[in-house]
T-cell receptor, first 114, second 114 residues
Framework: DAGVIQSPRHEVTEMGQEVTLRCKPI?????LFWYRQTMMRGLELLIY????????DSGMPEDRFSAKMPNASFSTLKIQPSEPRDSAVYFC????????????FGQGTRLTVV | SQQGEEDPQALSIQEGENATMNCSYK?????LQWYRQNSGRGLVHLIL?????REKHSGRLRVTLDTSKKSSSLLITASRAADTASYFC??????????????FGQGTILTVHP
């Protein structure tokens, strides 16, 4: 397996534009996590899914953020409209259903909103 | 929200010395994990310790877990310049509606001088 794949790797957009980040988890993994990393706030969990169902979205900063997982092999994180304070590195991670297993991270998407 | 707190925030040592990082958490957990992140890259899993374990070893890594104090430590022995990175602890929630939730501490930046 190629691991967790995120796209794009880098995104520069203007304030007010819609941004969509994509993630392909490892095949067979049941959990999918979206994180945001900034210097100020560290690594924040935004939302996670189990079997394509959102379990906890309490970390989603506001209504401008939304996440979907239409099937087991694809998830999106959308920001609409984007703001400069959304600039960060966004990571996706997946892991199997068995609880005592590690999570595997993608390489992240570096988002810059100007 | 961040589950764990780590200390120190930054650690600078000479090659060959040992490095110890600590992590505290708040909720009931299934396991605690340690990850490493090189600058600008995704996180890589190092070691997982289950809630019923007290100590675990992997190569030059030693992890301890004290569930009564809700704390863990990571010891890297005989450090090398290549160990320079950020190190994060992460906890997997044990129960309730957020079962399986994986949240990270703020991390420790380790610098090993040749």
């Amino acid at each position: 397996d190629a691991g967790v794949i995120q796209s794009p790797r880098h995104e520069v957009t203007e304030m007010g534009q819609e941004v969509t980040l994509r993630c392909k988890p490892i095949s067979g993994h049941d959990y999918l996590f979206w994180y945001r990393q900034t210097m100020m706030r560290g690594l924040e969990l935004l939302i996670y899914f189990n079997n394509n169902v959102p379990i906890d979205d309490s970390g989603m900063p506001e209504d401008r953020f939304s996440a979907k997982m239409p099937n087991a092999s694809f998830s999106t994180l959308k920001i609409q409209p984007s703001e400069p304070r959304d600039s960060a590195v966004y990571f996706c991670a997946s892991r199997p259903l068995v609880v005592n297993t590690e999570a595997f991270f993608g390489q992240g998407t570096r988002l810059t909103v100007v | 929200s961040q589950q764990g707190e780590e200390d120190p925030q930054a650690l600078s040592i000479q090659e060959g010395e040992n490095a110890t990082m600590n992590c505290s958490y708040k909720t009931s957990i299934n396991n605690l994990q340690w990850y490493r992140q090189n600058s600008g890259r995704g996180l890589v899993h190092l070691i997982l310790i289950r809630s019923n374990e007290r100590e675990k070893h992997s190569g030059r890594l030693r992890v301890t877990l004290d569930t009564s104090k809700k704390s863990s430590s990571l010891l890297i022995t005989a450090s090398r310049a290549a160990d320079t990175a950020s190190y994060f602890c992460a906890t997997s929630n044990a129960g309730g509606t957020s079962y399986g939730k994986l949240t990270f501490g703020q991390g420790t930046i380790l610098t090993v001088h040749p």
